[in-house]
Structure formats: C-alpha cells, structure tokens
C-alpha cells in the first residue's frame, strides 16, 4: 500500500508521460508542416514534461520504494516485457534527447534531423509504455 501523501504520484507521472507523447506528436505535425517555431516549442515542452517526471518519479521511487506487479497468468510476462524494454529505452533516450535538442537549439539541422529519426520514435515508445506501466500496475492490477 502507498503511503497516502505519495499515493497521487503514480497518476501525475503516467499523466507527465502522456502530455510528452502528445508534444511529442504535435510536434512532428508541426515540422512536417514546416512550422519550426511551433515546432521547437513543443520539443522543448515535452523535454520539460519529461524532465519533471524524472523528478516526480525518482522522488516517489526515494520515498515508496519498488511497486510490486499482482497481476497473475498471461499478465506478468507481458508486463515486464513492456516494463524491462520501456526501462532499457528510457536510459537509452536521455543522451539521445540530450544530443538531437542540442543540434536542434544550435540550428544544425542537418545533423539534428539524422539522429531525430532515431529519437523520436524511441522517446515516443518510452512516454506511450510509461503511460501502459501506469495502468497495468495502477489500474489493471491494483493494489489494494
């Protein structure tokens, strides 16, 4: 059981994951239309949301420690399938969103839009599975 003082943070860093998916996702409508400004603002929004569930989550992680999965059968090997690849890819994403932001800010476009490739579909992975881990662990398989 979470503590209830913690207990709001497992839904603010699934929903801090979502509103980067959805920048995200603008935002690359938004270069595809070639609105760069639009653009910019919304890969820096979805580094601040991602940089304020890296906090949130670390915090909740100092404070609650691990969060047992309870689901059984079919469930478990599915779960950490998702779990173990969204881990592996969100540590893989932090110097990949580091370096493609970087080019991007420095107007080095053409260098940005190579690793932006990469990226962008990894970082789009980690925020949509950060929201999967949320409801499988939260609201699937509660606790109780």
Same mark, same amino acid.
């Given at each position: ?8 943070f ?11 998916? =959805? ?5 690359? =409508?938004?270069i #595809?239309?070639?609105?760069m ?5 919304c890969?820096?929004?979805? =580094? #601040? ?12 992680h100092s404070?609650?420690?691990?969060? /047992?999965?309870?689901?059984e ?7 950490f399938s ?23 800010? /420095? ?5 940005? /839009?190579a690793i932006? /490739? ?7 992975y980690v925020?949509?599975?950060? =929201? ?13």
């Amino acid at each position: 059981m979470i503590a209830e003082q913690y207990a709001y943070f497992p839904a603010l860093n699934a929903s801090l994951n979502g509103t980067s998916a =959805v920048l995200l996702l603008t935002g690359r =409508v938004l270069i #595809a239309k070639g609105r760069m400004a639009a653009h910019r603002f919304c890969m820096i929004a979805a =580094v #601040a949301a991602s940089l304020v569930f890296l906090g949130c989550y670390l915090y909740f992680h100092s404070k609650v420690g691990n969060i /047992r999965f309870l689901g059984e059968g079919w469930s478990r090997p599915v779960y950490f399938s998702i779990l173990i690849s969204h881990t592996l890819l969100a540590v893989a994403i932090v110097p990949l969103a580091v370096i493609t932001l970087s080019r991007g800010l /420095r107007a080095r476009y053409d260098k940005h /839009r190579a690793i932006a /490739r990469w990226t962008w579909p990894l970082w789009m992975y980690v925020s949509i599975t950060g =929201v999967i881990v949320y409801f499988m662990l939260y609201q699937w398989f509660p606790h109780s």
